[in-house]
């Protein structure tokens, strides 16, 4: 079930609060190995000769007693375990053997990746979870290292045919001048709906600021919507169409 189709309560109650789901939910995003497909076979070498069999899912016990699912390779003679994790290193911790150490289940991670994303306080989640402070903070870091990576590998936005808005605002709103800060927000639209949206905190709003900055994000030949002023009107030549 996506995620974007239902309430978000509901994809925590439905998907967050049950392993099962929450596996199968992430493996339909191609963010943990499946049984099948081009990840869905052994790779153990052994005398040079890559294994191949075919992984399975097997749920396995863990040391402390309880159930998670794995993945077993088929063929007789090998049946190595790995874990579903493997692909993906922010669900993984692993040991000097690159064994899996993390002491939370996939749910259990995806539940403090929820409550990070819906801006859920270090204490509070301590509470509801009864996790340890130490442990959430952990992961609420790694949560923004994604974020930050990101941001990193961006791409521009808009391209022929989008539409792009550009708008700024003074960051305390007391007094208007061009030495800032500002708060520069970048908008890429749908006809129904805000697609993306990247904000830019910036000391000075002039021609020299915002030019190579809008280069940098937003694809030439885009339909660029800005403020009426004759600061904006320098993109007309670069992009397609300024309003």
Same mark, same amino acid.
Not at 97 to 124: D, F, K, T
Not at 175 to 180: F, L, T
Not at 188 to 210: C, G, H
Not at 213 to 238: C, K, R
């Given at each position: 079930? $996506?995620?974007?189709?239902?309430?978000?309560?509901?994809?925590?109650?439905?998907?967050?609060?049950? $392993?099962?789901?929450?596996?199968?939910?992430?493996?339909?995003?191609?963010?943990?190995?499946?049984?099948?497909?081009?990840?869905? %076979?052994?790779?153990? $070498?052994?005398?040079?000769?890559?294994?191949?069999?075919?992984?399975?899912?097997?749920?396995?016990?863990?040391?402390?007693?309880?159930?998670?699912? =794995?993945?077993?390779?088929?063929?007789?003679?090998?049946?190595?375990?790995?874990?579903?994790?493997?692909?993906?290193?922010?669900?993984?911790? *692993?040991?000097?053997?690159?064994?899996?150490?993390?002491?939370?289940?996939?749910?259990?991670?995806?539940?403090?990746?929820?409550?990070?994303?819906?801006?859920? =306080?270090?204490?509070?989640?301590?509470?509801?979870?009864?996790?340890?402070?130490?442990?959430?903070?952990?992961?609420?870091?790694?949560?923004?290292?994604?974020?930050?990576?990101? %941001?990193?590998?961006? #791409?521009?936005?808009?391209?022929?045919? +989008?539409?792009?808005?550009?708008?700024?605002?003074?960051?305390?709103?007391?007094?208007?001048? #061009?030495?800032?800060?500002?708060?520069?927000?970048?908008?890429?639209?749908?006809?129904?709906?805000?697609? +993306? *949206?990247?904000? %830019?905190?910036?000391?000075?709003?002039?021609?020299?600021?915002?030019?190579?900055?809008?280069? $940098?994000?937003?694809?030439?030949?885009?339909?660029?919507?800005?403020?009426?002023?004759?600061?904006? =009107?320098?993109? %007309?030549?670069?992009?397609?169409?300024?309003?």
């Amino acid at each position: 079930m $996506e995620e974007d189709s239902m309430r978000q309560v509901d994809f925590y109650r439905e998907v967050v609060c049950s $392993e099962e789901r929450c596996v199968a939910y992430l493996r339909g995003k191609g963010l943990l190995l499946g049984g099948e497909g081009e990840n869905g %076979f052994c790779t153990r $070498e052994k005398e040079g000769v890559v294994c191949g069999g075919r992984l399975k899912d097997y749920m396995r016990k863990t040391r402390k007693g309880a159930y998670s699912k =794995s993945l077993r390779c088929s063929k007789k003679g090998c049946q190595t375990y790995v874990s579903i994790r493997r692909s993906n290193r922010f669900f993984t911790y *692993t040991d000097l053997n690159g064994r899996c150490s993390s002491s939370l289940s996939i749910a259990q991670i995806m539940e403090l990746v929820w409550m990070w994303a819906h801006s859920y =306080s270090p204490n509070l989640v301590v509470d509801l979870t009864g996790r340890t402070r130490s442990t959430v903070l952990a992961w609420y870091n790694l949560c923004r290292e994604v974020c930050d990576l990101m %941001f990193q590998l961006r #791409e521009r936005m808009g391209g022929e045919g +989008e539409v792009v808005e550009v708008l700024d605002h003074f960051y305390n709103d007391k007094r208007r001048e #061009e030495n800032g800060p500002w708060i520069l927000g970048i908008y890429s639209k749908s006809p129904s709906k805000v697609v +993306e *949206t990247r904000f %830019f905190l910036l000391e000075r709003k002039d021609e020299a600021t915002l030019l190579p900055l809008i280069q $940098e994000e937003v694809h030439l030949g885009t339909t660029l919507h800005t403020h009426n002023t004759p600061l904006y =009107s320098v993109f %007309f030549v670069l992009f397609q169409k300024v309003e």
